[in-house]
């Protein structure tokens, strides 16, 4: 994942930029990936951001043990997770007045090895302030769809999260939260099995249809009378448009089949 799109993420969560709630409709799933620990900064307003440590999980809605074709759109909803805030920033939270809080966020995603990169977001539920410690928030929401590729087990794996607590007041500071994993290290999340595109070998089918060879009949005309019409020329005729309409061209078609990936 990129350093770029992590100092952008951190500068949109912490720079004080006007925070909006995005709705989001998923339905939620278990956490699959194992309780990680993450460095975060976070603040409010125009404080300087301050150090703490959240643990969280994530999860996406691809079944356990799925394999797919090479090529195939996979769908990775709902994107859901669990996030224990770092104590300081609850205490901040209550600081300024809030009793319960809700939000949402974004996070990068990674597909390994294919290399797609892919955005989720999130939001959770207004959820109460503990008068003392921390709290946990349940996570839901949405993350971009990719294709396929690679034959071979892909892992998606997440490296950060940003996070933004909306403070009821549109004209007030917000609050945010940017957390990276405290090791240094992707966080797998899922993983699937991808398998080969089954390949075709092209078949040509050749079909061939027999002429058949008009037989002229034999005309004998007896006791010919000149002010009778001749019979010669109708049967004449019918035998050329016999030959003109029994022959057939043989046609030979061949069917091909091609595999695109779209990347």
Do not use: W, Y
Request: hydrophobic residues 40%; aromatic residues 6%; charged residues 20%.
């Amino acid at each position: 994942m990129s350093t770029a799109a992590r100092t952008v993420a951190r500068a949109g969560l912490l720079g004080g930029i006007a925070l909006v709630t995005a709705a989001v409709t998923a339905t939620s799933a278990s956490a699959a990936s194992d309780e990680t620990e993450f460095s975060c900064e976070f603040g409010i307003g125009e404080t300087t951001p301050t150090d703490g440590t959240a643990t969280a999980s994530f999860d996406t809605g691809v079944a356990d043990g799925l394999v797919v074709d090479e090529g195939t759109r996979v769908s990775l909803n709902p994107f859901t997770g669990s996030v224990t805030l770092p104590e300081g920033f609850v205490t901040i939270l209550r600081g300024a007045g809030l009793t319960s809080i809700q939000g949402g966020g974004e996070s990068n995603l990674l597909v390994d090895p294919a290399g797609d990169e892919l955005f989720a977001s999130f939001e959770f539920a207004p959820t109460e302030l503990p008068a003392e410690g921390t709290v946990t928030l349940d996570l839901t929401g949405d993350v971009d769809r990719f294709r396929a590729q690679d034959p071979g087990t892909q892992t998606i794996l997440l490296f950060d999260f940003g996070l933004f607590v909306d403070t009821g007041d549109p004209e007030g500071p917000g609050a945010g939260m940017f957390c990276e994993s405290a090791d240094g290290k992707d966080v797998a999340i899922d993983a699937l099995e991808v398998t080969a595109a089954a390949t075709s070998v092209p078949t040509t089918t050749v079909t061939t249809t027999a002429t058949a060879t008009p037989v002229r009949p034999v005309v004998v005309q007896t006791d010919f009378a000149a002010e009778e019409d001749s019979t010669a020329f109708p049967l004449g005729l019918g035998a050329g448009i016999l030959a003109l309409s029994g022959g057939a061209a043989a046609l030979t078609r061949t069917a091909r089949r091609s595999a695109s990936r779209r990347h």
